[in-house]
């Protein structure tokens, strides 16, 4: 096993009901400031709880973070943070509005230009205002991780961000919040959750059998559980099963003290960068083949994936991983997400600009072995046409 730190900061509050206990989570003498998305939680009454919740209290709201949020969005909301000097801040919303609220709360008090953050990655936070969330889509971890995803649209640029300062401070999991979502973000929540666990347990072995344990739990559990989602929106058991994996599949425990990919989710950002494919979307497409291109590396996982997840038991290895290569995408396309460029309106011709965009931002050296380079990542999105 690798060396590793492992300290996770932040409060669940899980269940139905829960969002009244932002009464006794936010404290009382902050000045808040409510972020959320495009709308959802106005018409499904979410907000209205929130609202509820805080009745009283000195409370301004920002709307309008989008799907893959925007610096240029955030901007207006950290200047509305510094003009009503408020300090305490509540996502209320998904993946993207709980990483935007990340942004606002290490922008706000940054003294540089705040993009610097994202060219640092995030390295050069120093403070960040507290904030919390209100999960409303199963699907990123964002919940209770520490990192984000931010895109500057006149740069074309999706570039992730992590600092010890952006934990959230509690996240208020109510599965009951998730059953208006569209059968394409449950969909989209399930491969995500599903893809984040792939990334840090497909690699090779590291003597570490509890975490890979683990991270076969959630894969079966999304297994099961995913397309009863699709099935069953109302099903309460069901969106809680799925929004606790979520949640699990990214918040650093599956993934301390073992080596970690991530390749396809960098090779994913260009694809919504250029195209605005939904994340899930480019994960769908480019992890079979990122498996299949790189085979040889993760023989030994694929075949242990393939033995515990899909019960593969006949043929030689290479059929056994093809097999289990397959069944991945099998899954992906039966909760809805397709898995092929072309089955968004892409072809070879957009290749060379992703791999150029690979170049611009540095991930030329990308996987468990950094040896993804701008050669390989072609193979890959040439696997995936
Ligand atoms: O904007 P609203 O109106 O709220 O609608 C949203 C949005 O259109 C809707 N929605 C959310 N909850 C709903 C709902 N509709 C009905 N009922 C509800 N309960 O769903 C749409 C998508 O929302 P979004 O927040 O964009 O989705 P998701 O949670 O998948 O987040 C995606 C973003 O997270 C980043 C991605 O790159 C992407 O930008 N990621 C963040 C990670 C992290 N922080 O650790 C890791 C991930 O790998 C990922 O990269
Ligand atoms: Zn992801």
Not at 123 to 145: D, K, Y
Request: with cysteine; glycine share 8%; proline share 5%.
């Amino acid at each position: 096993m690798l060396n590793f730190d492992f300290h996770n900061p932040t409060r669940i509050l899980f269940g139905k009901g829960r969002i009244a206990d932002l009464a006794k989570a936010v404290p009382a003498t902050a000045r808040v400031l409510i972020l959320y998305g495009g709308g959802s939680v106005r018409s499904n009454g979410v907000l209205a709880q929130v609202q509820a919740a805080l009745q009283g209290r000195v409370v301004q709201e920002f709307g309008g973070i989008e799907p893959n949020p925007t610096y240029e969005t955030l901007m207006q909301a950290v200047e509305q943070v510094r003009r009503e000097k408020l300090d305490f801040l509540l996502a209320v919303g998904g993946g993207s509005v709980i990483d935007g609220t990340k942004f606002v709360a290490a922008a706000v008090n940054f003294e540089d230009d705040p993009w610097k953050i994202m060219e640092k990655r995030g390295g050069n936070v120093i403070s960040a205002l507290p904030f919390g969330s209100v999960l409303t889509l199963p699907a990123t971890g964002s919940e209770m991780n520490n990192g984000g995803v931010i895109t500057r649209k006149a740069l074309k640029a999706k570039m992730p961000f992590s600092s010890k300062y952006v934990f959230p401070q509690f996240s208020v999991l109510d599965p009951t919040t998730t059953f208006t979502l569209p059968p394409r973000q449950v969909g989209n929540g399930v491969v995500d959750a599903f893809v984040h666990v792939m990334e840090q347990y497909l690699t090779y072995p590291a003597n570490a059998p509890l975490q890979d344990r683990f991270a076969e739990g959630l894969l079966q559990t999304l297994i099961e559980e995913g397309p009863k989602a699709l099935a069953e929106p109302l099903d309460y058991d069901v969106r809680a099963n799925i929004m606790w994996c979520a949640t699990l599949a990214l918040n650093g425990l599956v993934g301390a003290g073992v080596p970690q990919d991530w390749a396809t989710h960098m090779v994913g950002h260009e694809l919504t960068a250029l195209h605005g494919l939904d994340h899930a979307q480019t994960l769908a497409i480019i992890l079979p083949s990122m498996l299949a291109v790189r085979k040889e590396a993760k023989r030994a996982k694929l075949l242990q994936y393939a033995s515990r997840i899909w019960n593969i038991s006949e043929g030689d290895d290479n059929q056994r991983i093809e097999a289990a290569i397959g069944k991945t995408r099998t899954f992906f396309e039966h909760m809805g997400v397709k898995t092929r460029l072309s089955d968004y309106g892409l072809n070879a011709t957009h290749i060379d600009p992703l791999l150029a965009q690979l170049e611009a931002h540095r991930m030329v050296t990308l996987g468990e072995h950094r040896d993804v380079t701008v050669a390989i990542s072609r193979e890959v999105l040439e696997a995936s046409l």
